[in-house]
């Protein structure tokens, strides 16, 4: 259980991503990008290229022959809005656990305020399960009012395509309720418990880079036709990560020590 001194330090570690102007417009950029620019870019592009043009034909390869309908433009929108977009989407919460996740433990040492902080009524597992917290409950914050905004301009814009809205598949149903949550936590505790290591912010983000791999891997593999993202296969990353995070999660907290923060 989070009791009420790991949720003020949780309070805390928001409240300086938030009055950080640099951090938060930066945790700001990545939303704005994966959210609302890229899926508009690919909205556009599919609402625009002629029908009967190589460009769109080449686009049809990638459509399972399950979703042609009577109308091609709308069934690669529909691909693209409940399979495709949901891929770059879950970088969301990843690339924003990387930006407070990292500078968990490294930023205190940064500021000088490490000390300070071992010093509060709290073992060195309940800082430790905090810090995944802030970054947790962070990263879901993010990624439910890019959901929002993306939808709101996604939206807007097949409205003005096909005259009509689109339906939002179970795919992003899983992905918030599940899948979302439990990629962070993975992300979130490996990040967190290399940020003790790291010398800086910068060598603590390096070092978790790796994370995005996955990611990027599954959206190649989408673009390329190899695999289609469904519920079915988010359900199972969804339930494999969950099951993982918990693990990380308690023995990374049951095994840190004093000599990895203060190496």
């Given at each position: 259980m989070i009791n009420s001194m790991q949720i003020a330090l949780i309070k805390k570690d928001i409240r300086s991503v938030t009055e950080n102007r640099n951090?938060?417009?930066?945790?700001?950029?990545?939303?704005?990008?994966?959210?609302?620019?890229?899926?508009?870019?690919f909205m556009l592009v599919v609402g625009f290229i002629p029908v009967d043009s190589a460009?769109?034909?080449?686009?049809?390869?990638?459509?399972?022959?399950?979703?042609?309908?009577?109308?091609?433009?709308?069934?690669?929108?529909?691909?693209?809005?409940?399979?495709?977009?949901?891929?770059?989407?879950?970088l969301i919460p990843v690339l924003t656990a990387m930006i407070m996740a990292a500078s968990s433990f490294?930023?205190?040492?940064?500021?000088?305020?490490?000390?300070?902080?071992?010093?509060?009524?709290?073992?060195?597992q309940q800082i430790f399960i905090a810090k995944v917290f802030a970054s947790f409950v962070f990263s879901q914050i993010v990624s439910l009012?890019?959901?929002?905004?993306?939808?709101?301009?996604?939206?807007?814009?097949?409205?003005?395509i096909t005259g009509s809205l689109m339906l939002l598949g179970l795919n992003w149903?899983?992905?918030?309720?599940?899948?979302?949550?439990?990629?962070?936590?993975?992300?979130?505790?490996?990040?967190?418990?290399?940020s003790a290591k790291a010398k800086s912010v910068e060598e603590s983000q390096q070092r978790s880079a790796f994370l995005i791999l996955p990611i990027v891997v599954l959206a190649v593999?989408?673009?390329?036709?190899?695999?289609?993202?469904?519920?079915?296969?988010?359900?199972?990353?969804?339930?494999l990560c969950s099951i993982l995070g918990l693990i990380l999660l308690r023995r990374s907290s049951a095994s840190?020590?004093?000599?990895?923060?203060?190496q």
């Open positions: 951090l938060f417009i930066g945790l700001l950029s990545l939303p704005i990008v994966m959210a609302v620019v890229l899926p508009s870019i460009d769109f034909q080449k686009l049809l390869v990638i459509l399972p022959g399950g979703m042609l309908g009577s109308d091609l433009r709308k069934s690669l929108l529909q691909l693209l809005i409940n399979n495709m977009v949901p891929i770059f989407f879950l490294v930023g205190e040492k940064e500021k000088q305020t490490l000390e300070t902080l071992l010093y509060c009524p709290l073992s060195l009012v890019s959901f929002v905004a993306m939808t709101l301009v996604v939206q807007t814009e097949i409205w003005f149903l899983v992905l918030l309720i599940l899948v979302s949550p439990a990629i962070s936590l993975v992300a979130i505790t490996l990040i967190v418990r290399g593999g989408q673009f390329s036709g190899v695999v289609l993202v469904n519920v079915w296969l988010l359900l199972g990353i969804g339930v840190f020590h004093y000599e990895r923060l203060l």
